[in-house]
């Protein structure tokens, strides 16, 4: 088992090597740089800006490097001294502004993935057992629905419906004579009181895809002779079912893990930014549109590493819970 | 639910002190989508403490549902329509398990307390993701009130009953560390270990070798009589039967048809598909005659030397196993024009590897395999590249062994019978029609079925589409792996018989590789016997059965089931360690 988790991370350092590689290279693809489209922007604005300067600047920043000298500052800042180089249009350090997004962006990450598995297993389960029942069916017809309805669209509805009937202040996690207090009790039950919408909404979707697998997976594991041996042996069917087969559907559960946290990154970008979340996605965005080379690419990189992170760590769950890949 | 006497033993059947367990016209039903199925119709039998019943028939004749009723384990869509089934204890009252619903604790007391079940799918029938001993004591603390640690001891005693070595260590260790003898052992230790009355043994030994089969029988008939239990035995093989039974039932399409002792059951049958059932099982002393068999005057048309496969051995990034195993290791045989050469050996043995490597569909590690062509000139099998490689292929088929996963359900049978002509452009339009109607006809399906989906046929009739694909290019040489192991024994028999004749119309030979020592006893001319990977004997059909050599021979023929009561075989059976 440990020889597998080294193993395991092991393999990791050349894809690493490679997401960093890959990275950098997407954010040197579009023509350009950060001056160019600060020179736009400004021009825009109707203001001239003296070639001498603009010049000065890309030497500054290292424009004017070939690609290996560029991608080596870089990495070697990481590397060395945690340094993840400067974000020009904020002009303050990446990492300051990484971390910052990260701690909101990781907790609603776990908080989303808790809640996509508290309701996907009991009605998967019970969708499973009683197949094509009247109670399959509505919750079949619940799951198509969540998978539907685009993130957004629900996101502005459950922010409608807590505005109108629950008198809530809308977006982001806090109330505003929240957001810079101090952490208190009334802070914590505010946060709860924001947090609802974004699990929910960014959950919904995860929720019907995974009901939907552990459905599929379980009428099938339900059949099978293993289970017929169980029930012979005379354990009460309940037993039966969340013993052997239901232990044996949870393979995708926990592979979600993996997907779950890039997930959250990149692809629920448009819910934070209707829910004014202080997420990671938004960030990301501006950062891309301005070209603002070294922030965007370190969120890339991130986002490759806690990728990483996330399939270690449903597979070591995938180990400790299926003896048949423990052993391979 | 009114008692009618129906059995032939007259109504005092119900006052022997000694039934543990009787059947009254039991019947159960299954709601399909269109119309209701009745399975199981009208049976009626009993069970006596240290008996065996026997209950035989073909696959869908409704035995393994009567056998799970017991239980009441039955599908959802199924249900027992009428009939009574009582069981009988010391000291207990009787019990109706009819009427217990499905969440009673009377009937979770019942199962695997006082009727214990294995059956055949020893790769399935246990947890992949739980421990051997966790299973088994989990019955220990059902039905006997164990804490942890008696049970614990209990279930290292269970294994050491049922004969797995190092019970100790073997608790702790996962399924698939099992061979299947191993886990159908440990599935009877688990059967056991709350001591029931009554063992229901579906299909024990099906997807078992001879000797392990034998192993397996002989460890049940010595459990079952050290500890008195009576023992439903489910099974459609009669060698079995008349190795292990003191009474048989024979059921046919829901309806048991003749019940009687095994020595009458044998040899003064009454029922016409009781008959039947018999004549069609081949026996292991029976063998056609051999026609042309001066095969040694002619030149061979396939000469395998020194074939050897090697699996792993190459070490990984990061040091993968760095052990080697010869699946075949230095085989030689030739094979002769209209000569079928038969292949056995245990399951793991490389037989199927053995086929392979002739194909190539695996590529051999060292040796050759030189074949004969129509025009006589010798090909080097194992140098031919892609394109001649497909010409080899069109000379030499296979014929598979799941007739069920080897058609592609979503082609019709033309397309699937027409398929290698129309890949190496043979015919096409009207001409590939008649051609896949002329093939259906050789293998004795109705030429009009061609439009029909493989999932309308039954087992048998999707075994004689595999035969046809693999005629369709007329080769000269089909190998086929273990063709009619999945088959029932009366189907086997046709199949068998319908080989022979294409052989005999179209000048073929046979590669008959099989685990079953007398479907190749049948069907074969001589028979190579495959051992860890070796063949250890090579002769004449006749006389690898009937005056073997090599003592590994010897124990694999022994163990083979005699079906005749009076001749029974395997109980005093040679063993071989290796």
Not at chain 1, 109 to 121: D, E, P, Q, T
Not at chain 2, 16 to 24: A, K
Not at chain 2, 507 to 527: K, T
């Amino acid at each position: 088992m440990l020889r597998y988790v080294i193993k395991r991370v092991l393999y990791m350092i050349p894809t690493l090597f490679g997401i960093s590689l890959i990275a950098f290279l997407i954010i040197q693809l579009p023509p350009g740089d950060y001056v160019t489209s600060m020179v736009a922007s400004m021009q825009d604005s109707g203001r001239a800006i003296d070639p001498a300067e603009i010049a000065r600047l890309r030497t500054l920043y290292g424009f004017d490097d070939p690609f290996y000298v560029q991608y080596w500052k870089w990495m070697s800042g990481i590397l060395f001294r945690g340094d993840f180089g400067h974000s020009f249009e904020w002009n303050r350090p990446v990492a300051d502004l990484i971390w910052e997004r990260m701690g909101s962006t990781l907790g609603l990450s776990l908080a989303a993935l808790l809640f996509v598995w508290a309701v996907a297993l009991p009605i998967g389960i019970y969708s499973a057992v009683r197949r094509h029942s009247v109670g399959d069916y509505f919750f079949t017809f619940l799951g198509f629905i969540g998978l539907a309805i685009p993130n957004f669209i629900l996101a502005l509805t459950l922010m409608y419906v807590s505005y109108r009937y629950l008198g809530q202040s809308v977006g982001g996690l806090f109330s505003p004579q929240y957001v810079d207090a101090p952490w208190s009790w009334d802070k914590f039950v505010d946060l709860l009181a924001h947090v609802w919408i974004p699990i929910v909404v960014i959950g919904t979707a995860g929720t019907a895809g995974l009901i939907r697998i552990l459905r599929a997976n379980l009428s099938d594991e339900l059949n099978k002779p293993y289970v017929i041996t169980a029930k012979a042996k005379g354990l009460p069917e309940h037993k039966v079912v969340l013993k052997y087969p239901v232990r044996i559907a949870l393979n995708p559960f926990v592979s979600a893990i993996g997907w779950v946290l890039p997930e959250l990154i990149s692809g629920v970008t448009i819910t934070a930014i209707v829910l004014n979340l202080p997420t990671a996605g938004p960030l990301l965005l501006r950062a891309l549109v301005s070209q603002d080379m070294y922030l965007a690419g370190s969120f890339i990189l991130l986002m490759g590493v806690l990728t990483l992170i996330g399939m270690l760590v449903s597979d070591i769950l995938l180990a400790l819970l299926d003896p048949r890949i423990r052993y391979r | 639910m009114q008692p009618t006497p129906t059995s032939r033993e007259g109504a005092g059947m119900s006052e022997n002190p000694d039934t543990v367990l009787s059947v009254e016209n039991l019947s159960i039903d299954f709601h399909l989508r269109t119309s209701i199925l009745h399975a199981v119709r009208d049976v009626s039998f009993s069970l006596k403490r240290g008996k065996t019943l026997a209950l035989v028939g073909e696959s869908g004749s409704g035995k393994s549902v009567t056998a799970r009723a017991l239980l009441r384990i039955i599908d959802r869509n199924g249900a027992i329509s009428s009939g009574r089934i009582l069981l009988r204890g010391a000291g207990q009252p009787e019990i109706d398990i009819v009427p217990l619903t499905e969440r009673s604790t009377d009937l979770l007391r019942i199962r695997g307390g006082r009727i214990g079940l294995i059956f055949q799918e020893p790769m399935s029938s246990l947890s992949p993701v739980h421990t051997i001993g966790s299973q088994i004591t989990e019955a220990l603390r059902l039905h006997r009130k164990m804490d942890k640690k008696q049970a614990r001891a209990e279930t290292i005693e269970l294994l050491r009953q049922v004969e797995i070595p190092d019970p100790d260590k073997m608790l702790d260790r996962y399924t698939f560390e099992f061979s299947g003898g191993m886990r159908q052992r440990a599935m009877i230790a688990m059967a056991l270990a709350a001591d029931p009355e009554i063992l229901i043994a579906d299909e024990p030994t099906t997807a078992l070798d001879v000797t392990t089969q034998a192993e397996i029988l002989d460890l049940i008939k010595r459990l079952q009589e050290s500890r008195g239990m009576a023992m439903l035995l489910i099974t459609h093989d009669m060698g079995v039967v008349a190795e292990v039974a003191d009474e048989v039932a024979v059921m046919h399409y829901g309806r048991i048809v003749e019940r009687g002792d095994v020595d009458s059951i044998f040899h003064g049958a009454q029922h016409g598909y009781t008959k039947r059932l018999l004549a069609s099982t081949v026996k292991l002393e029976q063998s056609r005659a051999h026609e042309g068999a001066d095969a040694a005057a002619r030149q061979p048309i396939l000469s395998v030397r020194n074939l050897t496969k090697t699996f792993g051995g190459s070490g990984g990034w990061f040091g993968g196993n760095d052990y080697a195993i010869k699946a075949v290791n230095d085989v030689s045989f030739d094979l002769f024009p209209g000569e079928n050469l038969g292949i056995v050996g245990e399951s793991g043995s490389g037989k199927t590897t053995l086929g392979r490597l002739i194909l190539r569909t695996v590529e051999p590690s060292s040796g050759s395999v030189v074949y004969r062509d129509r025009a006589g000139t010798e090909t080097e099998v194992t140098a031919l590249g892609k394109r001649a490689l497909r010409g080899f292929h069109r000379d030499v088929r296979l014929v598979f062994q799941d007739p069920f996963a080897s058609l592609n359900p979503r082609m019709t049978v033309k397309q699937i019978v027409g398929d290698p002509l129309v890949v190496g452009g043979i015919a096409s339009g009207a001409e590939l029609d008649r051609r896949v109607g002329d093939l259906l006809e050789l293998v004795g399906l109705d030429p009009m079925s061609r439009e029909r989906y493989p999932h309308a046929f039954s087992g048998g009739q999707r075994q004689r589409i595999g035969i046809a694909r693999a005629l369709a290019l007329e080769p000269r040489i089909v190998i086929a792996d273990e063709a009619t192991a999945a088959l029932d024994v009366s189907i086997r028999a046709q199949i068998l018989d319908l080989l022979l004749d294409i052989q005999k119309r179209l000048g073929l030979s046979f590669v008959f590789i099989s685990h079953d020592i007398s479907v190749v006893r049948y069907f074969c001319d001589r028979v190579a016997v495959m051992h860890r990977g070796k063949v250890v004997e090579l002769g004449p059909a006749e006389q690898i059965c009937n005056d073997p050599q090599e003592p590994y021979t010897r124990s694999l023929i022994s163990a083979v089931p005699n079906p005749d009561p009076r001749h029974k075989r395997m109980m005093h059976r040679t063993r071989f360690i290796a």
